[in-house]
C-alpha cells in the first residue's frame, strides 16, 4: 500500500507542469509509466522528449508526437508513425503562422502519412496547394477526404503527375474526369480509364482513343461493358489484349479465345486468370513456353489428367508447381516423391501430402526438406516430435514456427541451445504466455525483443477486448 502510494506521488510529480527539468530526467528513468506521464507534460524538456521519442515503447512515442514542446525536426519524424497526433498537435498552427512555406519543410514520407488519414482540414489542404514541391501536391490530390473545390484547382495544375493524382482519386467527380480525359498528357488519360468511379459513356470514348495505353486500361476497369471488352479482346496491339485479361469479368469466351494469343505474356495472364475454362488449361498445358505451363501447373482448376502430364514435364520447376498444387491427385504426388531436390522441396509444403509420403520426406538426404515437412502445417504430431529433435537446427526452427505445433513440443523448442530456434518460437502465434515471459528473459537480445514485442501485442488484444466488453 505504501508502495502504491509513493508511486501515485512520483505520477503527479511527472505530471506536474512546475516539476524541474533535472527531476523530469529522473523520473523518466525509475518507470515506463512515469515517462509516458512526462511525454504528455507539455513543460518536459525538449531535450528529454527527444530520447523518449527513441523509446520502445509505442504508447511513450506516441504522446511525444502530441507534445507542443518536441523538437520539431523529431516531431516530423514521428509523424510518419503517428499522423493523427501531429495533426492534433497545438504547435502545428502556431507553426502554419510563423513558418512560411511550411509544406516545403516538411518531409514527404510524413505528408504521405498525413494524407492518409480522413481527418484533414480544409485549411491545411490549402496551404499544401501552394507549395513548391509537386510531390505534395500530388499527395493532396490523390487524397479521398480532399474536397471537389480542391480537385477542381489541381486538376488545372501544371506538373502532369498532380492532375494524374486527381485523375485516380476515387472520388473525383464526374464532371472532372471528364474534363481530364481530354488531357493532353497520356498518362493522365490512362489513370481516368483506370478509376473505378468513370462512367460507362465515359469508358466508352476512351475505349477508342488512339494511345494503346488508355485504351489497356479501359480493357481492365471492371467496368467496361462486356461489348467493349469483347472488342477490345481483338484489339492489334498486345498491351490491350493483355488488359482484357487482368479483368475479372472477361468472359470465358474471351478466354478461350486468348489461349490461342500469339503472345506468350497473354497466354501466360490466361494461365494465371481464375475463371480460366478447363478446355484452355488443357491447351495451355502443351504451350511450348515453360513459363504458361508454369501457371497451368501452380492453377487450382487444373485438370488430374493435365497435372498428370505436366507430372512428367522436362522442365523441373512445372514439376515443382505441381508438386506443390494442392489439388494434385495422390498418385502424382507419389510419382514426384521420387524426382529431385527441387521437386522434393515444393512437394514438401503441400497442404493435401497423405501421412505417408510425409513420413518419407521427413526422412529426406537434404535438411531443407525436412525443414520444410517441419514447417507444413499439416504435418502430423509424431512426425513433429521426431524432428523437433532434428540435430539441425534449421529443422527445428521450422518445426518452432509451425502453427500447428502442441504446446508441450513448443515448451521443448523454447529451450533450444539455437536462438534462431528460440525466435522462431517467439513469433509463432501459438506460444502461450509464460513461454513467452520466459524467452523475454533470454540472454540473446533478438529472442527478448520478440518475445516482448509478442507480450505486448497480447496485451493490446486483451485491453481492446475488454474495453468492448
Avoid at 7 to 20: H, I, S, W, Y
Avoid at 137 to 154: D, F, G, I, M
Avoid at 275 to 291: H, I, K
Wanted: net charge neutral; hydrophobic share 35%.
Amino acid at each position: 500500500m505504501e508502495a502504491e502510494r509513493n508511486f501515485d506521488r512520483l505520477l503527479e510529480e511527472a505530471k506536474d507542469e512546475r516539476t524541474g527539468r533535472d527531476r523530469f530526467f529522473e523520473l523518466a528513468e525509475i518507470d515506463p509509466q512515469l515517462a509516458k506521464a512526462i511525454a504528455k507534460n507539455p513543460c518536459a524538456p525538449p531535450e528529454l522528449l527527444q530520447e523518449l521519442s527513441q523509446s520502445e515503447d509505442a504508447a511513450i512515442r506516441e504522446s511525444v508526437a502530441g507534445n507542443p514542446n518536441v523538437p520539431i525536426k523529431i516531431l516530423w519524424e514521428l509523424g510518419k508513425e503517428f499522423p493523427q497526433q501531429l495533426l492534433d498537435n497545438p504547435i502545428l498552427s502556431l507553426l502554419q503562422l510563423e513558418t512560411p512555406n511550411l509544406s516545403d519543410k516538411i518531409p514527404h514520407e510524413t505528408i504521405t502519412c498525413l494524407f492518409k488519414l480522413e481527418t484533414v482540414p480544409d485549411y491545411l489542404c490549402q496551404q499544401f496547394l501552394t507549395c513548391n514541391s509537386p510531390y505534395t501536391r500530388c499527395t493532396v490530390a490523390k487524397n479521398p477526404q480532399t474536397s471537389s473545390r480542391l480537385l477542381e484547382y489541381l486538376a488545372q495544375d501544371s506538373n502532369f503527375n498532380v492532375r494524374r493524382g486527381v485523375a485516380q482519386n476515387p472520388n473525383t467527380p464526374v464532371p472532372l474526369l471528364e474534363y481530364l480525359a481530354q488531357d493532353s498528357d497520356s498518362w493522365v488519360r490512362r489513370s481516368v480509364a483506370q478509376n473505378p468511379n468513370t462512367p460507362v459513356p465515359l469508358l466508352e470514348h476512351l475505349a477508342q482513343e488512339s494511345d494503346s495505353w488508355v485504351r489497356g486500361e479501359v480493357a481492365q476497369n471492371p467496368n467496361t461493358p462486356v461489348g467493349i471488352v469483347e472488342h477490345l479482346a481483338q484489339d492489334s496491339d498486345d498491351y490491350v489484349r493483355w488488359g482484357v485479361t487482368k479483368n475479372n469479368n472477361v468472359s470465358i469466351l474471351l478466354l478461350e479465345r486468348l489461349a490461342k494469343d500469339s503472345n506468350s505474356e497473354i497466354r501466360i495472364d490466361v494461365a494465371k486468370h481464375p475463371n480460366t475454362p478447363l478446355r484452355a488449361l488443357e491447351r495451355l498445358a502443351r504451350d511450348d513456353n515453360c513459363s504458361v505451363r508454369y501457371q497451368v501447373a501452380a492453377h487450382l482448376r487444373t485438370p488430374a489428367d493435365s497435372l498428370r502430364e505436366l507430372a512428367r514435364d522436362s522442365d523441373g520447376i512445372v514439376r515443382s508447381f505441381v508438386a506443390a498444387n494442392p489439388n494434385t491427385p495422390v498418385e502424382i504426388l507419389q510419382q514426384l516423391i521420387r524426382s529431385n531436390y527441387d521437386v522434393r522441396w515444393y512437394l514438401a509444403s503441400n497442404p493435401n501430402l497423405p501421412p505417408s509420403l510425409v513420413a518419407q520426406l521427413a526422412k529426406d538426404k537434404s535438411f531443407q526438406v525436412c525443414a520444410r515437412v517441419a514447417g507444413n502445417p499439416n504435418t502430423p504430431v509424431e512426425i513433429l516430435e521426431r524432428l523437433a529433435k532434428d540435430r539441425n537446427f534449421q529443422v527445428r526452427r521450422s518445426a518452432a514456427g509451425n502453427p500447428s505445433i502442441p504446446v508441450r513440443l513448443l515448451q521443448q523448442l523454447a529451450r533450444d541451445s539455437s536462438c534462431e530456434v528460440r525466435q522462431s518460437a517467439a513469433r509463432n502465434p501459438k506460444t502461450p504466455i509464460p513461454l513467452l515471459e520466459l524467452l523475454a528473459r533470454d540472454r540473446i537480445c533478438s529472442v527478448k525483443e520478440l518475445a516482448q514485442k509478442a507480450l505486448k501485442s497480447l496485451q493490446m488484444v486483451a485491453e481492446k477486448t475488454s474495453a468492448c466488453i
